[in-house]
């Protein structure tokens, strides 16, 4: 990617965030919060807005905002001017999280990247919302908690990037807005300057206990293996003697160990997927530079204002991760009660307004989404005995954390601050151990998604809150007990430059993510040819009940598949049957066992049939016979090979008359 046109896109965003925040300014007066809540209400009224009338793939307003945001900016200079190390704290979080994603920004078929793509392409189109389902033609996707996905797409809509390069920077602009979040709560709770750079370098460059002991307990120890020790780690060869021995302990004699995976943000970040923990991460972040401010003693109307965003967190969390909905609540829930004991009792009022305001904002999608069989996996149950999490294992990984709430239980500094972040963090850890979400995993899995989005957020919690207040203490026990808890964690910072120098940068600038598969220049030309081809349902062999390739082709060339991954449309939809009669008629159709072909074609509306390498086995046996079936109303567009033994390219759909 040029990098002129890199560098006009990142100034376009930056000028517009800025201009946002500035326009907040006048009723929020902090000037981090006041950034955060200036993008967060726009892309909250849009998206209500949008649910009713679509505004259109491409806005054509960005003059109009530059033009805003740069009279705002001079006007505002000299508090712009005075704000430039916190405008510093945002560019170290995006331009470190933009290392990661210029080095390794390919959106493959690894974690959830992309399904996360795919929403936000789905968003992109611009029509009123719910969009069309890009991996389940003719259903609308409103089956997931997607608000950071159509937040990213406004983003792209609007600086008039695609939906690659969205991803991207809207993943760059969450961390950067994490970062300058994080350091606002932290400035206030901790005035020792060296306490704040600790905390928000170990948000950033920390890992969890794990990262620190995970060494003496694996050989050559992998990234993945200190993050996921309790998940497949333990069950490997590498182990060092007192690693097995740990095991030992941890062993439960006749139960096969559990997976039990802890991934902290700083290893989140830097794996590229634009998954929903990510506004789990901005909403604590918010949440935290809020109470941080409320404590500071904010008076006034703007008291009652930051009373009705905190309060509003709880259903912006809903629409953007619902798994830590409960977490949120308990943050948020509890300052209240903290305040109602302190006796502050007008505090509910305008936490009342925040939360009817979010919900009011929300409400479209709300109406949409909680219709949808996905709630039909939320239930809270009780973690079985076979399934908890062994003492020796989640020592290791919350060792510091620990130590840390401990410290801030035994100083008499901010006690009463001290008693209720260490009660919240207290009930979220037991919480999280005694209750999970029975999802559909069962098994050594039962507990896997709860403990990878709980423990993470519970752990960067407690770092960014219990941490500061202790380490802003004036207790020196307290303030340097915290330090060497925190320290050791930033070991971590090695492992992930071992991460970045042993990947190999194949596709580094890329930023629409399709290098990985647009390396064959066939499959590139192909992707291009699509893209500029009429909208249409294409179908893509190669399905599978897990991650696949398939369909990137169609993702990439924006064009809607008949069927995506089907074991994640199940997971959305609760097993709906739809989808496994549509893997199956698919995969007859390229295996040449699908009965009338071409009705089945023109009933499912679908445009393009594409024959990729994967398709030309047996010396490419199904292709003649699949051509001759189909060719009577779709057209086969050569891209390569003899169209015998082997071929590459694809049928469309003629919608004239039939072809001879």
Known sequence: MSLVFLSLALAALWINLLGAGLLAMRWVGDYAIARATGVLAICLGCFCLEHFVGLGAHLRILPLTLGISIYLIWRHRALVRSNLALEAVFAAGFFY??????????????????????????????????????????????????????????????????????????????????????????????????GRWLVVLSLLLGGCGLAVVGHFLVHEAYIIDLVRFLGGSIVHNELTPLGRQVADWMATKGVEPRDLPMEPFSYFLTKGDFHPPLAGFLLLAFAAALIAALEAGTTGPRRSLYHALLAATMPVAFISNAWIVPLQCLLVVGWF??????????????????????????????????????????????????????????????????????LGFATRERRSL???????????????????????????????????????????????????????????????GTVLLLLPGLGFAYDLGRQYRGVPRVSIGQLSGARWIERDVVIRDMITELRSRPDGITLESGLI?????????????????????????????????????????????????????VDWLVHNHVRYVLWLPQDNTDRNARF????EQIKSRYYWHHMYGNDGDFAIGFFERLDGPLAP
């Open 97 to 194: 999280c933009l290392l990661w994603r210029y080095s390794f920004p390919d959106i493959d078929f690894t974690e959830d990247k992309m399904p996360n793509f795919g929403l936000i392409e789905s968003y992109m189109r611009g029509v009123r919302l719910p969009p069309p389902d890009l991996w389940l033609s003719g259903f609308p996707a409103n089956c997931y908690y997607s608000f950071q996905h159509y937040a990213a797409a406004l983003l792209g809509r609007l600086i008039g990037v695609g939906p690659g390069v969205s991803y991207h920077l809207a993943y760059c602009t969450m961390v950067g807005f994490f970062t300058l979040l994080a350091g606002s709560a932290v400035a206030r709770f901790c005035p020792w300057r060296p």
């Open 337 to 406: 009660v903290y305040c109602f004991v302190r006796g502050e009792r007008r505090c509910w009022r305008p936490a009342a307004v925040g939360v009817a305001a979010a919900i009011a904002l929300a409400f479209p999608f709300l109406l949409e989404f909680t219709q949808q069989p996905i709630g039909d996996n939320a239930a809270i149950s009780a973690t079985a005995r076979p399934d908890h999490t062994p003492l020796v294992g989640w020592l290791l990984v919350f060792w510091p954390v620990v130590g840390i709430l401990l």
């Open 418 to 480: 001290s008693l209720y972040l260490g009660s919240v963090w207290v009930l979220a850890l037991v919480g999280s151990e005694c209750w999970y979400n029975h999802d559909l995993y069962g098994g050594p899995w039962a507990r896997f998604n709860s403990t990878l989005k709980w423990w993470q957020w519970i752990y960067a919690g407690i770092v960014l809150t219990s941490g500061a207040v202790n380490l802003g203490s004036r207790s020196r026990l307290c303030r340097y």
């Open 545 to 597: 009940m897990a991650n696949s390739q398939s369909p990137a082709v169609s993702l990439f060339a924006d064009k809607q598949s008949y069927l995506g991954w089907p074991w994640l449309e199940e997971a959305w939809r609760g097993s709906f049957l739809e989808v496994s009669e549509r893997f199956a008629n698919l995969t007859a159709l390229y295996d040449g066992k699908l009965a009338d072909p």
């Open 624 to 627: 003649a016979p699949l051509r």
